[in-house]
């Protein structure tokens, strides 16, 4: 190759590479595709065979590189929308509340002159399983709370009382309500065996017996505690249950003494009541120190506990004395956003000293209500309770045995402020709130 040609060469592969147009003459045009920076003519055969082979070695190269980067963009572009995707997903959790709902078709018959809210417990629990069902279908129930008085009159006999199916397997049959059922006992279900009830779950019976595997009857001991996470796993909630009937042991013995007056409790049952009365005692104490360490140890970023009897009600019973002596100090002491009860035939929901109460205990009968300084809602009506936890706020609803919501509020969150962002939103949830909440005060 000539001094001329390596330099005309060398130009033409500058102006291919520095993109510049081919009209600067008929020798100065850009080169074919199929040549590369050298005129492989120009060269010697061997020579030009070996650049051509170095040629389309660099081209596979090239494009396999191409290829990988382009994989790594779709991955990666792939990742992105996943995450903005769970990002704006929303992450809650939802349950279902139901207390005092222990009739079946035949164990809750009352004599002619007993109140009328009290004739048709059998049917009420029937319609009100079937609204609940449907409300746990619609939310995404993940599982339901039982308040307790879980079986009328005197609770179960035995782990194996016909009951168990008349009472809650049939009525409550539905594919939405077959999740956990967290269970807890209500002064009608100790004037039984309530021991029944805990082997019941311990046993795990429900599998056994009815089939539904894993069990769904939650009730390992009279006081226990459960944490559930939410759907996404961006905040929890600890749920403790406490065994009220214990802890009121002066209100819980009033109560039986009333119960043998009417001829709802035997004497028999009154007696051994009386009996196990030093028993009881020493379980208070303990399930105190219980209840205490468990709130004290808490780092849930939502805190509930749930019990039979309501610390403040405008129900038939009214207030619970022993509760809001030794109960209510650690509820507010220990930042608990709710209180859940039941006993009460009515279906409420109150607020005292920063601690929202709500009453869920007409899945039977029908109550009296009369609204108290804390009140915010109450009805007589039997129905249920549909909660829906959210990083920010519960959303409750009060619904009715027919399906109809009765009622609707939400309480702001309060525990673990700081974590996730949430400072500015639970601000606002909070001034939302106590907006609505003065409004209803000004109702009584």
């Known amino acids: 190759m000539t001094e001329a040609e390596a330099a005309d060469s060398r130009l033409r592969s500058w102006l291919r590479r520095s993109g510049r147009p081919a009209n600067y003459g008929k020798k100065y045009g850009s080169l074919p595709d199929e ?31 191409c290829a990988m980067f382009g994989a790594l963009a779709c991955l990666a572009g792939a990742v992105l ?144 505690s459960v944490v559930h996470p939410s759907a996404r796993n961006r905040f929890d ?46 379980m208070g104490k303990l399930q105190l120190e219980w209840l205490e360490q468990t709130l004290n140890a808490s780092t849930a970023d939502w805190l509930i506990v749930v019990g039979h009897y309501p610390v403040f009600s405008g129900g038939e019973h009214g207030d619970t004395p022993e509760l809001q002596h030794q109960v209510k100090p650690l509820l507010e002491k220990y930042n608990v956003d709710a209180y859940l009860g039941g006993h009460d035939h009515t279906l409420q929901m109150l607020h005292r000293d920063g601690v929202h109460y709500f009453v869920s205990g007409s899945g039977s009968f029908n109550g009296e209500y009369h609204p108290k300084p804390e009140s915010l809602f109450g009805s007589v009506e039997c129905g249920f309770m549909a909660h829906r936890i959210m990083p920010s706020r519960m959303d409750v609803s009060i619904i009715d045995l027919h399906g109809k919501t009765l009622y609707r509020s939400f309480i702001p969150r309060k525990r673990n402020r700081l974590r996730g962002g949430l400072v500015g939103e639970l601000a606002g949830v909070e001034k939302e709130w106590q907006m609505e909440a003065d409004k209803i005060y000004k109702i009584f």
């Open 81 to 224: 929308l996943v995450y903005v995707y769970l990002q704006s997903a929303p992450d809650d959790l939802s349950f279902v509340t139901i207390g005092d709902w222990g009739c079946g078709p035949t164990n809750c018959a009352v004599p002619p002159g007993a109140p009328e809210g009290y004739h048709h417990g059998g049917l009420n629990t029937k319609n009100v399983a079937f609204s609940m069902a449907r409300t746990a279908e619609n939310i995404g129930s993940k599982f339901v709370l039982a308040l307790g008085d879980n079986f009328y009159w005197r609770g179960v006999h035995s782990a194996t009382d016909p009951l168990w199916k008349s009472v809650w397997e049939q009525p409550f049959d539905y594919p939405s309500l077959q999740t956990p059922w967290y269970a807890i006992l209500g002064n009608h279900d100790h004037y039984g065996n309530p021991e029944a009830q805990i082997e019941f779950s311990r046993q795990d019976l429900d599998c056994k017996q009815f089939g539904h595997c894993p069990s769904r009857w939650v009730l390992p001991r009279y006081w226990y």
């Open 35 to 65: 040549e590369d920076d050298i005129a492989v003519g120009s060269i010697a055969p061997e020579e030009a065979g070996r650049v051509g082979t170095a040629i389309r070695a660099a081209r596979r190269c090239r494009s396999i590189i």
């Open 237 to 282: 909630v600890q749920f403790v249950f406490i065994d009220t009937v214990i802890l009121a042991q002066s209100s819980s013995h009033a109560l039986a003494q009333e119960k043998a007056r009417m001829g709802a409790l035997d004497p028999q049952d009154l007696h051994r009541w009386e009996q196990w009365a030093k028993e009881m005692e020493l």
